[in-house]
T-cell receptor, first 112, second 116 residues
Framework: AQTVTQSQPEMSVQEAETVTLSCTYD???????LFWYKQPPSRQMILVIR??????QNATENRFSVNFQKAAKSFSLKISDSQLGDTAMYFC?????????FGKGTRLSVIA | DAGVIQSPRHEVTEMGQEVTLRCKLI?????LFWYRQTMMRGLELLIY????????DSGMPEDRFSAKMPNASFSTLKIQPSEPRDSAVYFC??????????????FGPGTRLTVL
């Protein structure tokens, strides 16, 4: 079975600082898609950023960027200039020939 | 567009009762996914449909769970009879394209189910 592993159950960061959330995955597919979703206390699942495995360039969305290491099967999320509104659960997910498989999540707290 | 709509938002029921969760897809989307979220198991895919047809229901826990998509915009997830271990948040999500694409899944707000 395909797995997505997030090794950091909880993290905290000072407002305006940078934080990196880790994610590794297991797959035998050559092409697939990786996603980071954010789940704030409201419970709504929100797509933060996505990466296509055949693209070498790391995806960037404003303050959010990824470090995609295909050989290492690693897909970390970097949040720059952290804001209080970034406090949430963050889920890494992978989609290939099957629907999304999610990691267990990392709870991020941004401290004022 | 109002996004994916789920009802009810909260449901409290007693063990043995039938529970029906409802989901309305985003107009024009062709794929529909039901997920369950618990602290212990995280987010699990229960079943997904493409063009109203169930494609993979291997995540459905047991025969007490059933899902239907009577038309292109609406789906139900039924639990009969319900048990306390079914307590969870159930999400519905839809996407324009099927799995295996770089296509975002749009999630509904979820239904928090509590079975006493």
């Amino acid at each position: 079975a395909q797995t997505v592993t997030q090794s950091q159950p909880e993290m905290s960061v000072q407002e305006a600082e940078t934080v990196t959330l880790s994610c590794t995955y297991d797959t035998s597919e050559s092409n697939y898609y990786l996603f980071w979703y954010k789940q704030p206390p409201s419970r709504q699942m929100i797509l933060v950023i996505r990466q296509e495995a055949y693209k070498q360039q790391n995806a960037t969305e404003n303050r959010f960027s990824v470090n995609f290491q295909k050989a290492a099967k690693s897909f970390s999320l970097k949040i720059s200039d952290s804001q209080l509104g970034d406090t949430a659960m963050y889920f890494c997910a992978k989609s290939g020939n099957t629907p999304l498989v999610f990691g267990k999540g990392t709870r991020l707290s941004v401290i004022a | 567009d109002a996004g994916v709509i789920q009802s009810p938002r909260h449901e409290v029921t007693e063990m043995g009762q039938e529970v029906t969760l409802r989901c309305k897809l985003i107009s024009g989307h062709n794929s529909l996914f039901w997920y369950r979220q618990t602290m212990m198991r995280g987010l699990e895919l229960l079943i997904y449909f493409n063009n109203n047809v169930p494609i993979d229901d291997s995540g459905m826990p047991e025969d007490r769970f059933s899902a239907k998509m009577p038309n292109a915009s609406f789906s139900t997830l039924k639990i009969q009879p319900s048990e306390p271990r079914d307590s969870a948040v159930y999400f519905c999500a839809s996407s324009l394209l099927p799995p295996g694409t770089n296509n975002e899944q749009f999630f509904g707000p979820g239904t928090r189910l509590t079975v006493l």
